[in-house]
């Protein structure tokens, strides 16, 4: 039962490379998120998708990409990294809303950008 | 512009007393109001809700209550325990069109001292 599984759990980048977060969910759901941590922030919202094919920016979504081409999966890519995209980033998951609005967290990727 | 408060940074108590962790929201939309706990180096967990036809909701240990009025959620924990440290964030999800996303506070850090 992996329910949902973020790659990779910790990467270093240089100023200005590319990289792309793979989030992975099995439990079937339409929706998900990708979320950034940080001190004193909170949980903030990038981007999220409400089904295959769609996605809608979040709070903080400059700096960012997602793609949603397959149900289960939800990419985050970094075309440019900056340092101020260092955080912990969290993938999440729901069922539709007619099933209540919990939703279900990875456990988590750490990107530092130097 | 934040939605979502959770005004205290930390909370120390003792072991076997009652934790008491506040949340205050400022968006009328919201309905459903939910408890997340996060240990280090994983992801948030979910542990408890309420939905707003409701004042209170109790799952053992576990107890949210809701003050609509004054628009107010706290999470009580009876009896407390050390593997109740960790960060709780308040989250909060609205009807119509937005309710299809959560917005968190920044947190609360308890520590629950032996």
């Known amino acids: 039962n992996a329910g949902v599984t973020q790659t990779p759990k910790f990467r270093v980048l240089k100023t200005g490379q590319s990289m792309t977060l793979l989030c992975a969910q099995d439990?079937?759901?339409?929706?998900m998120y990708w979320y950034r941590q940080d001190p004193g922030m909170g949980l903030r919202l990038i981007h999220y998708s409400v089904g295959e094919g769609t996605t809608a920016k979040g709070e903080v979504p400059d700096g960012y990409n997602v793609s949603r081409l397959k149900k289960q999966n939800f990419l985050l890519g970094l075309e440019s990294a900056a340092p101020s995209q260092t955080s912990v980033y969290f993938c999440?998951?729901?069922?539709?809303?007619?099933?209540?609005?919990?939703?279900?967290f990875g456990e988590g990727s750490w990107l530092t950008v130097v | 512009d934040q939605q979502v408060k959770q005004n205290s940074p930390s909370l120390s108590v003792q072991e076997g007393r009652i934790s008491i962790l506040n949340c205050d929201y400022t968006n009328s939309m919201f309905d459903y109001f939910l408890w997340y706990k996060k240990y280090p180096a994983e992801g948030p967990t979910f542990l408890i809700s309420?939905?707003?036809?409701?004042d209170k909701n109790e799952d053992g240990r576990f107890t949210v209550f809701l003050n609509k009025s004054a628009k107010h959620l706290s999470l009580h924990i009876v009896p407390s325990q050390p593997g109740d440290s960790a960060v709780y964030f308040c989250?909060?999800?609205?009807?119509?069109?937005?309710?299809?996303?959560?917005?968190f506070g920044k947190g609360t850090l308890l520590t629950v001292n032996p």
């Open positions: 439990m079937n759901h339409e929706y």
């Open positions: 999440a998951s729901r069922d539709d809303m007619r099933t209540g609005n919990t939703i279900y």
């Open positions: 989250a909060a999800s609205g009807s119509g069109g937005s309710n299809y996303k959560l917005t």
């Open positions: 309420i939905s707003s036809i409701k």
